[in-house]
């Protein structure tokens, strides 16, 4: 009687073992199969294969009663989200006194990060003591930002107006304003540069703005401090072109651009060679795209306008404020323009920005 117990038990047990080794191989098959098929669902990057202009039935829901013109809160950042669900919003738009805390930037040498110039960086924010936008700009419950590229196709769509319209117009490098105002527009919130793209003539400055530096090699950063203290700036600080001496900006009116975003753009979102963390052939995104992933995390809702190279037209304008043609464009060692229309064209698609030149 012991001993057939004893039989029932062991074959009761293997039974129940076989049933969970079955039931473990089934569950894994099925998980595998689900894992292959949400996989197909993404590129490499983790984009959305499939993108669609309509919006998210649970986004269409939520901005539903959003007459046309009202600013959307969260809307940039809820569909760029709902297309890349690694996309975390939280990015502090400009360096602050915690600069060092930001584990994100504080492994990487520029432009990936900061390593190697805390004491440049602590130089620096000691004079300007201001890390943030105005105050009015702050407390917006939404905030409808624009980044004004230079491209050709800016030119003749008399589109200044609206671009003022928005809280908040940025503007890269030296572009003009003056005498453009009825395509470009005469606001100006930030304007985005380096040592050798920044304006040279100090009469070409827009009365307001805030001076922001996208340090891209350490000597952006010494060359930023020579300008917050007014000393006089060396030429042959490892510079490719020459650089603008003076800016005329008080240091509470000079900005630090988050590194994160150069970061973030080439590797995160474009796919550029990751090179160890360094400048390479290649991996450097350009500033529109830089500015575009900053306004991402910081703004509600995001447009573009001057982007975008009609390669297919030799004849047009380059720029909107010169005669140079199309046709003068050559293979950038730093950028890959291919890539990067490739990752903005996937914004537009899926409306997480919007093109008012529809050149990108």
Not at 40 to 49: I, M, N, Q, S
Not at 98 to 123: C, E, H, M, T, Y
Not at 125 to 143: N, V
Not at 333 to 358: C, G, P
């Amino acid at each position: 009687m012991k001993m057939g117990l004893l039989v029932f038990m062991r074959n009761l047990l293997l039974a129940l073992c076989l049933f969970l080794v079955l039931g473990f191989l089934y569950y894994s098959a099925w998980k595998l199969h689900l894992l292959r098929w949400e996989d197909t669902k993404y590129d490499k990057l983790g984009f959305l294969l499939k993108l669609d202009s309509k919006l998210p039935p649970e986004l269409a829901s939520k901005y539903a009663n959003f007459s046309e013109g009202v600013c959307k809160p969260g809307y940039a950042s809820a569909l760029m989200t709902s297309i890349f669900p690694k996309f975390s919003k939280p990015a502090p738009m400009f360096l602050d006194d915690s600069f060092k805390k930001w584990a994100r930037i504080r492994d990487f040498v520029p432009p990936f990060g900061i390593k190697g110039q805390d004491n440049l960086i602590k130089a620096i924010l000691s004079a300007t003591k201001e890390y943030r936008l105005t105050p009015a700009l702050d407390s917006l419950s939404c905030r409808r930002c624009i980044i004004v590229g230079n491209g050709g196709v800016l030119a003749n769509k008399s589109l200044g107006l609206k671009i003022d319209d928005y809280d908040v117009v940025i503007r890269l490098n030296s572009a003009p304003v003056k005498g453009f105002e009825k395509d470009v527009g005469g606001k100006t919130t930030l304007r985005i540069t380096y040592p050798e793209g920044a304006i040279q003539k100090l009469e070409q400055y827009e009365k307001d703005s805030f001076f922001v530096l996208a340090g891209f090699k350490w000597q952006d950063f010494k060359w930023l401090k020579y300008i917050v203290y007014k000393e006089k700036v060396s030429a042959s600080d490892g510079f490719w072109k020459s650089v603008a001496t003076r800016v005329p900006r008080e240091p509470h009116e000079i900005r630090i651009l988050n590194p994160y975003f150069i970061q973030e753009a080439a590797f995160s979102f474009i796919g550029l060679p990751f090179n160890n963390g360094l400048m390479g052939r290649g991996n450097i995104p350009t500033l529109g795209s830089v500015a575009i992933t900053m306004a991402l995390h910081n703004c509600d809702e995001v447009a573009v306008a001057g982007f975008g190279y009609d390669m297919n037209s030799p004849n047009a304008p380059l720029h909107y404020y010169e005669s140079v043609r199309m046709s003068a464009i050559k293979e950038s060692w730093t950028h890959n323009i291919q890539r990067e229309t490739e990752f903005l064209r996937k914004l537009v698609k899926a409306r997480v920005i919007t093109d008012l030149t529809s050149g990108i």
